[in-house]
């Protein structure tokens, strides 16, 4: 089967312009299947999903359908961080070395929580030359080698993104703060998506992966400018990701920093979670956390990255690059393909994006930063 996507498009009265920016994705840029979703407090005003959940265009995609969100997921850690800090388990401004003592080796060990989770570890990936793809997979082994691991720059004075690592750095201090040593995946199962009916997975139990879209992967690498070795050790040695194992082992295990699944719908509802104190009447996160969870925590040039960055705690606030919308201080983060997140304290919209089809873009794709400005037009 082939020819015209099938869609299924609401729109709150006044979006319609969105609606038409999303079908004419596919026209444009040739989308095999996406999904676009927009809240405002507890009321959906925008919910788009369109394409196929297979290859061979035979099964609609549909709200059912989970896909890998990457780095957009990175949010998720940032969350569990933020509810273990509300539940007064940790600290923004602990010092690592008090929750994790075996991480108190070159100079790592002042590190604060804020400071892993903005990309300040020194620590972009695994750094042993003996390391391989199979590793990542032993979690104690992970967390004992970077533990142990030299810094690629002196820790806390400059941010160089960590695309697998930071999963590990959050997981572990989170599950060392919980005080029933939950994972970070646990956690936000049960503490923020269960009770709402969320579907978001860290660890996609494998009785769910019949409900994952087909994902078309990029049809050229990614394009990173004058390559370090901060740039390598994060993506370009051999071992440098876990994606190269059996696909349904990947979904299973908890990579924090990049192997989320989700929907877009359950993505957008969760981001409220970044913007209120209460939503449908429950409380969420104190207005101190709130305010934590926003400050910036480092701006400029990423080691990693070839953009100028600025990071929060485990989200990247919108300037200097505007990619989440007009307004500087909404918090976002974008996946590898596509996809991305966003929560804007100004408006009091959150949103998310999922797609099927992968773009090489890191950062700023076009199919989301069009759709971001359909609906700002219409605010």
């Known amino acids: 089967m082939s020819g015209t996507a099938p869609f299924d498009l609401y ?3 006044g979006f319609e312009p969105v609606s038409d920016r999303f079908v004419e994705n596919f026209t444009e840029h040739d989308e095999l299947a996406a999904a676009f979703c927009v809240y405002d407090r507890d009321d959906c005003i925008i919910d788009l999903i369109g394409g196929w959940a297979d290859k061979a265009k035979t099964q609609n995609f549909g709200q059912n359908n ?9 949010t998720m850690a940032a969350l569990v961080i933020a509810w273990l800090a509300d539940q007064d388990r940790l600290g923004y401004d602990q010092e690592i070395r008090s929750i994790w003592p075996e991480f108190d080796t070159h100079g ?10 903005s990309h300040q570890s020194g620590l972009t990936g695994v750094t042993d030359p003996a390391w391989n793809v199979n590793d990542w997979y032993d979690w104690n082994k992970t967390c004992t080698t970077l533990a142990a691991q030299e810094p690629l720059w002196e820790p806390g004075t ?15 201090v989170a599950r060392r703060a919980d005080m029933h040593n939950r ?36 049809p050229a690498p990614a394009e990173f400018g004058e390559i370090n070795e901060a740039t390598r050790v994060a993506f370009l040695e051999k071992g440098s990701s876990p994606g190269g194992r ?80 007009p307004n500087a201080d909404t918090l976002g983060h974008s996946g590898w393909g596509g996809s991305c997140v966003f929560a804007d304290p100004k408006t009091g919209l959150s949103g998310a994006y999922v797609m099927t089809k992968q773009n090489n873009t890191l950062l700023g794709d076009v199919r989301p930063v069009e759709l971001i400005k359909s609906l700002y037009t219409c605010v």
């Open 183 to 218: 994972t970070l995946g646990q956690i936000l199962r049960e503490e923020l998506c269960e009770t709402e009916g969320l579907d978001i997975w860290i660890g996609l139990p494998e009785i769910h992966h019949e409900r994952c879209a087909y994902m078309c992967k990029p």
């Open 11 to 13: 729109v709150a009265p």
């Open 66 to 74: 989970l896909v890998p969100v990457f780095s957009s997921g990175k």
């Open 246 to 325: 059996d696909i349904t082992e990947w979904r299973k295990a908890e990579f924090a920093g990049s192997n989320c699944h989700a929907t877009a719908k359950s993505l957008a509802r969760i981001q409220q979670v970044a913007l209120h104190e209460r939503l449908d009447a429950r409380p969420c996160l104190s207005e101190g956390t709130l305010a934590q969870l926003h400050k910036t925590r480092i701006s400029g040039r990423n080691l990693v990255l070839p953009f100028d960055l600025t990071f929060a705690v485990g989200y990247m606030k919108n300037t200097p690059n505007l990619f989440f919308g």
């Open 108 to 117: 790592k060990g002042r590190l604060t929580v804020a400071q892993i989770m």
């Open 158 to 172: 400059a941010s160089g993104y960590a695309p697998v690592v930071y999963g590990f750095l959050a997981g572990e």
